[in-house]
T-cell receptor, first 112, second 115 residues
Framework: TQLLEQSPQFLSIQEGENLTVYCNSS?????LQWYRQEPGEGPVLLVT?????EVKKLKRLTFQFGDARKDSSLHITAAQPGDTGLYLC????????????FGQGTTLQVKP | EPEVTQTPSHQVTQMGQEVILRCVPI?????FYWYRQILGQKVEFLVS????????KSEIFDDQFSVERPDGSNFTLKIRSTKLEDSAMYFC?????????????FGQGTRLTVV
């Protein structure tokens, strides 16, 4: 069974601080995606990483896929209150159906 | 911008009743999915649907669940006899391909409350 574990589950920081969220598995994933979910809304894709060791940047967000494609991280530089939300990692399941396996999410609160 | 739309946004039903959750995927997408999220828990895969048939389903997706694309636009999830533990947010998603790098677009969800 493919599982994804996210850490930490909750993070409360001050505006301007940096943070890293981790997504780990004992299984290899062909790709990993990071989503952001607002209350009462569906997940919205931030980025997809496909190649082991890949690093992608989205403004102040940096995403990395582990060399062995078993883990990923999301690093936010100089967090802002607008970054507050639930961050989800999701891995492409085995098979070619496009199924996603989600981590349990990290709730981030950035205080002004 | 194209989007996945789900109706209703909130459904309250009595235990044992049948419910149908509706989704309109993005028009040129070919792959369709249902996920659910019980309050405080992770988003869980239920079923994937391609070429008018189920391509994969999870253990959660038992005989009480069924999916249909009746008219080429709507994609529905039916729960035949709801149980209290079916209370959750149900998300529909669609994708243009089944490739791993393809973005899946999610609807805003239907909150199902079984009483």
């Amino acid at each position: 069974t493919q599982l994804l574990e996210q850490s930490p589950q909750f993070l409360s920081i001050q505006e301007g601080e940096n943070l890293t969220v981790y997504c780990n598995s004992s299984s290899v994933f062909s790709s990993l995606q990071w989503y952001r979910q607002e209350p009462g809304e569906g997940p919205v894709l931030l980025v997809t990483v496909v190649t082991g060791g890949e690093v992608k940047k989205l403004k102040r967000l940096t995403f990395q896929f582990g060399d062995a494609r078993k883990d990923s991280s999301l690093h936010i530089t100089a967090a802002q209150p607008g970054d507050t939300g639930l961050y989800l990692c999701a891995g492409a399941g085995s098979g070619n159906t496009g199924k996603l396996i989600f981590g349990q999410g990290t709730t981030l609160q950035v205080k002004p | 911008e194209p989007e996945v739309t789900q109706t209703p946004s909130h459904q309250v039903t009595q235990m044992g009743q049948e419910v149908i959750l509706r989704c309109v995927p993005i028009s040129n997408h070919l792959y369709f999915y249902w996920y659910r999220q019980i309050l405080g828990q992770k988003v869980e895969f239920l079923v994937s649907f391609y070429n008018n048939e189920i391509s994969e389903k999870s253990e959660i997706f038992d005989d009480q669940f069924s999916v249909e694309r009746p008219d080429g636009s709507n994609f529905t999830l039916k729960i035949r006899s709801t149980k209290l533990e079916d209370s959750a947010m149900y998300f529909c998603a669609s994708a243009g391909t089944g490739r791993v790098e393809t973005e899946a677009f999610f609807g805003q969800g239907t909150r199902l409350t079984v009483v």
